[in-house]
T-cell receptor
């Protein structure tokens, strides 16, 4: 079974700083996707960024980028020029492409951006 | 384009009762998945429906069930409610249930007293 671990329960940075959230996962599969989701107080899970395991190039979406280390099974999220609106819970998630296509989530990191 | 709509947003039920939650996916999305979110267990997969068929199921007791209608709307039902069923229930839809990620609704907060 796949597992996803986020080792930082909480993080806090000043506005405009850069912050990196850590995620490691465990799987024996080779074809999978990795995601970062953001959950603000509104409760809706919002997709931030996704990475296909077969791609070596790290995904980027504006201020959000990932550092995907397949051999190390590591998938960290970097937020540049952080904004107050980035304050939220961030969840790392794994989805296998074979078998049951379900998201396996980490426990989340509560990120606070301070003015 | 309308997002994923979940109703109701809040619900309070008594132990032993049953409850039905509703999810309307994004137009054109045929896959609907349900997740339970609790402080202790985090986010856990309940089941996925695709074209009215349950395609995948998580590790939950048979009290948890669901269905999907021909218009892709989905309902999940929990019978004989227990205090531990108190949670945020999130619904997510996708076009075909795979690689582009899911669009989530804002969830239904169920409290069992």
């Amino acid at each position: 079974a796949q597992t996803v671990t986020q080792s930082q329960p909480e993080m806090s940075v000043q506005e405009a700083e850069t912050v990196t959230l850590s995620c490691t996962y465990d799987t024996s599969e080779s074809n999978y996707y990795l995601f970062w989701y953001k959950q603000p107080p509104s409760r809706q899970m919002i997709l931030v960024i996704r990475q296909e395991a077969y791609k070596q190039q790290n995904a980027t979406e504006n201020r959000f980028s990932v550092n995907f280390q397949k051999a190390a099974k590591s998938f960290s999220l970097k937020i540049s020029d952080s904004q107050l609106g980035d304050t939220a819970m961030y969840f790392c998630a794994f989805m296998n492409l074979q078998g049951a296509q379900k998201l396996v989530f980490g426990q989340g990191t509560r990120l606070t951006i301070n003015p | 384009k309308a997002g994923v709509t979940q109703t109701p947003r809040y619900l309070i039920k008594t132990r032993g009762q049953q409850v039905t939650l509703s999810c309307s996916p994004i137009s054109g999305h045929r896959s609907v998945s349900w997740y339970q979110q609790t402080p202790g267990q985090g986010l856990q997969f309940l089941f996925e429906y695709f074209s009215e068929t349950q395609r995948n199921k998580g590790n939950f007791p048979g009290r948890f069930s669901g269905r999907q209608f021909s218009n892709s709307r989905s309902e999940m039902n929990v019978s004989t409610l227990e205090l531990g069923d108190s949670a945020l229930y999130l619904c997510a839809s996708s076009r075909d249930g795979s690689n582009y990620g899911y669009t989530f609704g804002s969830g239904t907060r169920l409290t069992v007293v």
